[in-house]
């Protein structure tokens, strides 16, 4: 078989996605955080109650998600477009991530409130995963299970290739940048250079414009601002691994966790709450290996095309 494209491996699965209302979705991720912590639950609930969230689908109206905390009122408001696709659903449960990540600090003194993205980035994409988890497990077809394992690997691959090419890349283009001025040639050149390291040269060909298309490189107060969604997916996933090797008891650690991440170095969070050593790879292989667990289930369910009962649909 030819080698996959740079855009293949964006390319969505042949397939009808699940739609969502917006009630629905809300009971479905209250749902799901309940399951894990009733804290995280409450919190949902009263995001929900307290109309927190602007969410309606209106011309105009970029996608995405936003959320920012009003620590004196000790709420939160989140931002977001909400289409009834399972990826609206997750962004929810993202939002609520980071909502809830500024409750359980909110009554701490205002400096260590804050914390870093990196870590601001764990809370959200953590109770994603949760309710990610939920979805898999409550597929109503082979289809739809498909679908949802789909988007866990897609973002695997998005936040452990993509995102890593674009750090690639502006490491090189900033060392370069310090003996002049770059040309739109060279930005190609490093751009393909980066794409192809993090790719592993798996692709039959890359996007050397990505440069040009990629506003993130375009925050000039946040230089590498895509690093920290690498590092909180990650960590996450380590998080997250322990969270099911623990069961219920862990929702008090997680909880405490976050409590620290305005205080605390990362290494530190991680060997006080976690017993792990960041510094070793023990804990990144665990992390990576449950990035990518989907990965059996996907090939088992697709081993011979689509199941029989969801062909022609």
Known sequence: MDAPAWHDVSA?????????????????????????????????????????????????KRAGGFCTSFPIARQSRIFMTFAGMPANVETLAHELGHAFHHSVVEDLPPLVQHYPMSLAETA????????????????????????LLDRRLSAATDYL?????????????????EQGQVSVARLNALME???????????SSYHPHFWASKLHFYLTGHPFYNFPYTFGFLFSHGVYARARSEGSRFA?????????????????LARRHLGADLTRRAFW??????AVAPL?????????????EERGR
């Open 296 to 308: 059996d289930d996907f090939l088992r369910l697709t081993a011979d095309g689509m199941p029989p």
């Open 252 to 268: 008090s650690t997680y909880a405490a966790l976050l409590r620290d991440t305005g205080r605390m170095t990362v290494e530190e």
């Open 124 to 147: 959200s994409t953590f109770a994603e995963l949760v309710v990610s988890e939920g979805a898999i497990r409550q597929a109503e077809s082979p289809h739809e299970r498909i679908a």
């Open 161 to 177: 290739m993509n995102i890593r090419a674009r750090f690639l890349f502006e490491t090189a283009f900033y060392r370069e940048r």
């Open 12 to 60: 969505p699965l042949a397939v009808h996605e699940r739609r969502w209302g917006f009630d629905e979705a809300a009971a479905f991720v209250t749902e799901q955080f309940e399951s894990f912590s009733p804290d995280m639950a409450r919190l949902a609930r009263r995001a929900f109650e307290g109309r927190w969230i602007e969410a309606e689908d209106r011309p105009g």
């Open 285 to 290: 292989d665990e992390a990576c290996a449950a």
């Open 193 to 203: 250079q980066a794409q192809k390291e993090a790719y592993r040269h798996a692709l």
